[in-house]
Structure formats: structure tokens, C-alpha cells
């Protein structure tokens, strides 16, 4: 029995001392220590012994048994750090390590000038509309008094969506003065800024989709003057104070009289270089004073009331704005290129 007694306590110490977890180590502690486990079973079997053998066989069996409960709490206490350490290494963070920079986008330049554009109309008391891209012929030729043999209605100039040519790809935002009148009685004052589509090839300045914003007044007493002052506001807040502006006769069917407005050249400052192809002046925008037979077809009486409109591209806008000489950069999406706006 004392050679029972040694061996179990040599064979439960190596045991424990290569327990890996704490469950491994825990159905140890019951197979050695247990209720039904093996020292108690040698304990069960002290009746069989001489009364002289009992006190010393109790004292080493009392002896394997604590070394064994100590061998458990040890490797407990070994088996708990390790887990700890483990689970410190698993979870660690580095606070020295530099911070990631979330990339940010920025806005694209056309965004910018629109941006600007809206912001300075809605200070002058202008509101925002907007319509659909594909228009009825209805709208955006026949109201704005667009004649039919007009060579902005063939299918070399506009994207068409039916056979009959009543429905396409709107020219321009004009549609929408059109469907506000008749939704609203003056006073209008509205820009409507949006894409619009035209059949040309793309070269430096052309793109079959650009943006455009127009602008529509209409109320009592709206004469030329109005138009010329709201222009010039705008373009000397877009581009400068000391911005100067040409205002040119020309001809729209829907505006009468019509001009064209050009800004002075802010490369050469008038006197001619390659930007402004010598002419000190650069076009950037239609206007006129809104056609009577455009009011008459919304039903607002041409003798009772007037108005202005004009519309711009927003392309040219941001190409004069930041010195930009192909609008194709506008859209080929070049990070070297976008990243230099704010
Ligand atoms: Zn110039």
C-alpha cells in the first residue's frame, strides 16, 4: 500500500505539472482527488490493515494528498496566467502606432461652381427648380417658340427616344421655365440648373452631356436692365470684383431681343493671348428678355407682365474659373486633375 501511495503521488504530479487546460486539469483533480477517485479509494481499504501500519499508511496517504491539491492550485495558478498573457497579447493595441488617414473625396470642381452659383442666387431671392431630363418635344422646342424646320430639332442634333420626335433627351433647362409658368403666376424667379444633351463630338470644348443653369424673372416692369444687373452681380461675385462684362446683340427664338455676354479675359486681362484666341473677350453665356409668344403660351399676358432669361454652362463656368482648357478633363475622372480643387 505505501508502494500504491508513491506511485500514484509520482504518477498525479507529472500528470498535473503537463495539464494544458482548465478543464484537463479539473477531470484530474476529480480522477486523483474525487469522492470516488483514487485516494479515497486507497483510504477505504485502511481497515485491512494492521492497527501498527495504520497511523504511518494515514500519514503518507494525508501527505500524496496534499502534495497533490498543491500541485493542482500551482498549476491553476500557471495555466490562469498563461490564458492572461495570452489573451493581453491577443488583444493588444499598439497606442504608438501612427493613425490611418480615412480618405476623404472632395468635391469636383463643376460641384464647386454650381455649389457657389446656387448659393449667390438664392442670396439674390431666387429659388431652385428642377424637371425632367427626358422632355417632351412640347416643352422643350414648340413653348419656347423653336420653329419646326430649327436645326436643333434634327436627329443629327438631339438624342431622340421615339420615332414620332416627341420625346428626347432635353437640349436644354429651358423646359423647366416653362413647366414652372404654367404651375405658378409671377412673380418667377427661379434658376434651374441640370444635365442636357446634345449630339457633338466631344473635342476640348464640347461634350455630348453638360450642365447648364438658367435663369428666369418674371413679373411686372422686368426690363433689360434687370438682366444686365443680376449678370454683372453674378459674374463679379464668381470671378472677381474688378470682373468686366460685354453684353452682345444675337438671336434666340425664345428671348427678344436676344444678346450674348462675354467676360474679359482674366489671362490677359483684354489684350489678347491664346486663351481668349486673341480677342480679349471669352463667351460664356445666352440671354434676353423672355418672348411674348413664350408668356402668351404659359397664359401670362405679354402686355401685363415681362421677364428675363439666360442660361450658362456650368463647364464654362468652372473652365474660366480655374484656367481649365479641355472640358474633357471635366470628365475623365484623373485624380491628379481633381485633386487640386478643395
Ligand atoms: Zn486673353
Redesign the pocket.
Known amino acids: 500500500m505505501r508502494d500504491t501511495l508513491e506511485k500514484l503521488r509520482v504518477s498525479a504530479l507529472g500528470e498535473l505539472g503537463a495539464a494544458g487546460s482548465a478543464a484537463e486539469l479539473e477531470s484530474l483533480r476529480v480522477r486523483y482527488l474525487g469522492k470516488k477517485g483514487e485516494i479515497t479509494a486507497i483510504l477505504r481499504q485502511m481497515g485491512s490493515l494492521d492497527a501498527a501500519e495504520r497511523p504511518a499508511i494515514g500519514s503518507l496517504a494525508n501527505s500524496v494528498r496534499t502534495d497533490i491539491e498543491n500541485a493542482v492550485a500551482s498549476r491553476s495558478g500557471a495555466l490562469d496566467a498563461a490564458s492572461l498573457a495570452d489573451r493581453l497579447l491577443r488583444e493588444r493595441v499598439d497606442v504608438t502606432a501612427p493613425g490611418k488617414l480615412a480618405a476623404i473625396g472632395r468635391r469636383h470642381p463643376m460641384s464647386i461652381v454650381l455649389d457657389e452659383a446656387r448659393e449667390i442666387f438664392i442670396s439674390m431671392g431666387f429659388t431652385v427648380a428642377e424637371g425632367p431630363e427626358v422632355e417632351l418635344s412640347l416643352y422643350d422646342f414648340d413653348k419656347l417658340n423653336i420653329p419646326p424646320n430649327h436645326t436643333v430639332r434634327e436627329w443629327s442634333d438631339t438624342f431622340y427616344i421615339t420615332e414620332d420626335e416627341s420625346v428626347h433627351l432635353r437640349c436644354q433647362t429651358s423646359p423647366v421655365q416653362v413647366r414652372y409658368m404654367e404651375a405658378h403666376r409671377p412673380p418667377v424667379r427661379i434658376i434651374s440648373p441640370g444635365r442636357v444633351y446634345r449630339k457633338d463630338e466631344a473635342d476640348a470644348s464640347h461634350t455630348p452631356m453638360f450642365h447648364q443653369i438658367e435663369g428666369l424673372v418674371v413679373d411686372r416692369g422686368i426690363t433689360l436692365g434687370d438682366l444686365k444687373g443680376t449678370l454683372d452681380a453674378l459674374l463679379r461675385r464668381l470671378y472677381g470684383s474688378d470682373t468686366k462684362t460685354r453684353f452682345r446683340p444675337h438671336h434666340f427664338p425664345f428671348t427678344e431681343p436676344s444678346c450674348e455676354v462675354d467676360v474679359r ?12 484666341k ?3 473677350w ?1 463667351e460664356l453665356l445666352g440671354a434676353g428678355m423672355v418672348h411674348p409668344k413664350v408668356l402668351a403660351g404659359v397664359g401670362i399676358d405679354p402686355d401685363e407682365y415681362s421677364g428675363f432669361a439666360f442660361g450658362v454652362g456650368v463647364e464654362r463656368m468652372t473652365m474660366l474659373r480655374y484656367g481649365i482648357d479641355d472640358a474633357r478633363l471635366l470628365y475623365e475622372n484623373d485624380l491628379r486633375f481633381l485633386r487640386q480643387f478643395m
Request: net charge negative; proline share 0%; glycine share 32%.
Open positions: 479675359c482674366a489671362t490677359c486681362g483684354g489684350a489678347g493671348c491664346h486663351v481668349c486673341g480677342e480679349g471669352l
